[in-house]
T-cell receptor, first 116, second 116 residues
Framework: AQKITQTQPGMFVQEKEAVTLDCTYD???????LFWYKQPSSGEMIFLIY??????QNATEGRYSLNFQKARKSANLVISASQLGDSAMYFC?????????????FGAGTRLFVKA | EAGVTQFPSHSVIEKGQTVTLRCDPI?????LYWYRRVMGKEIKFLLH????????ESGMPNNRFLAERTGGTYSTLKVQPAELEDSGVYFC??????????????FGQGTRLTVV
């Protein structure tokens, strides 16, 4: 069974608007971390934001926020005020602290296109 | 602070040849990971080093892949002999323990391997 599901292979958003990239996950480990990474066309993987399973508040990092719905097992990424430079591939990822060792499991990714 | 660096950035080799990929993690990071993304598919975990020890190599596809991390610093991933299906982007990442908590993994820019 897939552990990380990203149902949107591609998304379009108008510049300066907000966009939500969906991510659902599956785990029985009570302690886990959720991550979002950005992969621009240059290929590198850039860490964006982290949410711990015990964190009470949703994580925010600048224009990025993570909408953490623990009961629904969703960890959607919200990008506010989209910029042309946000066009990239976005990966949702999870690390299970007790059962998964230290390895990170990735979703299939969502390609975001920001239109001028 | 230098990030995770990988060498080479691109490699094109013929089927049956040998290729060695190198990863230099962030200085002081004990955890080093190798991941692979085959065209159009998810990013898959290959293995995890803690210092020079292989902590988890459950993702290594077969015995044509050999990873080493002598001295607990840089790591190499050798593919011998390479097959067509080995083509993809190989990512290296590193992380460290901060107050007993494993931090997010920082990724290198990846090595794009093409086997022809």
């Amino acid at each position: 069974a897939q552990k990380i599901t990203q149902t949107q292979p591609g998304m379009f958003v108008q510049e300066k608007e907000a966009v939500t990239l969906d991510c659902t996950y599956d785990t029985s480990d009570p302690s886990y971390g959720l991550f979002w990474y950005k992969q621009p066309s240059s290929g590198e993987m850039i860490f964006l934001i982290y949410q711990g399973s015990y964190d009470q508040q949703n994580a925010t990092e600048g224009r990025y926020s993570l909408n953490f719905q623990k009961a629904r097992k969703s960890a959607n990424l919200v990008i506010s005020a989209s910029q042309l430079g946000d066009s990239a591939m976005y990966f949702c990822a999870m690390r299970e602290d007790n059962t998964g060792g230290f390895k990170t499991i990735f979703g299939a990714g969502t390609r975001l296109f920001v239109k001028a | 602070e230098a990030g995770v660096t990988q060498f080479p950035s691109h490699s094109v080799i013929e089927k049956g040849q040998t290729v060695t990929l190198r990863c230099d993690p962030i200085s002081g990071h004990d955890n080093l990971y190798w991941y692979r993304r085959v065209m159009g598919k998810e990013i898959k975990f290959l293995l995890h080093f803690v210092k020079e020890s292989k902590q988890d190599e459950s993702g290594m596809p077969n015995n044509r892949f050999l990873a080493e991390r002598t001295g607990g610093t840089y790591s190499t991933l050798k593919v011998q002999p390479a097959e067509l299906e080995d083509s993809g982007v190989y990512f290296c990442a590193s992380s460290h323990l901060k107050q007993g908590v494993n931090t997010e993994a920082f990724f290198g820019q990846g090595t794009r391997l093409t086997v022809v």
